[in-house]
């Protein structure tokens, strides 16, 4: 298995511009985070899914956020409008039981 | 609000000696803890649990020690190597079950010296 899969890996957005982060997990893995980590707050849940059903989205910051699963091998992560604070490395991870398995992550910068 | 905190930023050792890197939680329905090892430009990867009803768990280097009534946990590393050097994740959660819901610290950034 080729693990989780984000891309892209980098992301240079000028604010204002719409991103789109995608995230292919793991197949078989009914479960989907999503989450972002900096220096200040470290590795936030943003939102995680199960079946593909959105669960708890609590941590997603703002309704400039907005995630999607159409189906269990796709989800998307989309801020729009950026603005310069959303600047993080985002991580996508899925699982099947209590270990989580992470992509490389889509480091973004919005300037 | 830190559920999960990593106080010591940072930790530096000599290859050969112990490192211990220290974890504490707030919330007292964490039932299970695990550590993930994280290298630049990858993600963090899974490194060994400990669920509430251990004290400890050993894989090969790695010990988790877990104190739940002082709601503290530390991984242990002996020896350490230069390979080890990472950032290290103490993370928590409230179901042991197909929910793995995760909250982690910051991060500790382990540098072992040759």
């Excluded at chain 2, 409230?94 to 929910?99: I, R, V």
Aim: net charge neutral; with cysteine; aromatic share 10%.
């Amino acid at each position: 298995d080729a693990g989780v899969i984000q891309s892209p890996r980098h992301e240079v957005t000028e604010m204002g511009q719409e991103v789109t982060l995608r995230c292919k997990p793991i197949s078989g893995h009914d479960y989907l985070f999503w989450y972002r980590q900096t220096m200040m707050r470290g590795l936030e849940l943003l939102i995680y899914f199960n079946n593909n059903v959105p669960i708890d989205d609590s941590g997603m910051p703002e309704d400039r956020f907005s995630a999607k699963m159409p189906n269990a091998s796709f989800s998307t992560l989309k801020i729009q409008p950026s603005e310069p604070r959303d600047s993080a490395v985002y991580f996508c991870a899925s699982s099947l039981g209590a270990q989580l398995t992470f992509g490389s992550g889509t480091r973004l910068t919005v300037v | 609000d830190q559920q999960v905190k990593q106080n010591s930023p940072s930790l530096s050792v000599q290859e050969g000696r112990i490192s211990i890197l220290n974890c504490d939680y707030t919330n007292s329905m964490f039932d299970y803890f695990l550590w993930y090892k994280k290298y630049p430009a990858e993600g963090p990867t899974f490194l060994i649990s400990i669920s509430s009803i251990k004290d400890k768990n050993e894989d090969g280097r790695f010990t988790v020690f877990l104190n739940k009534s002082a709601k503290h946990l530390s991984l242990h590393i002996v020896p350490s190597q230069p390979g080890d050097s990472a950032v290290y994740f103490c993370a928590a959660s409230a179901d042991t079950g197909a929910n793995s819901k995760l909250t982690f610290g910051k991060g500790i950034t382990l540098s072992v010296r040759p």
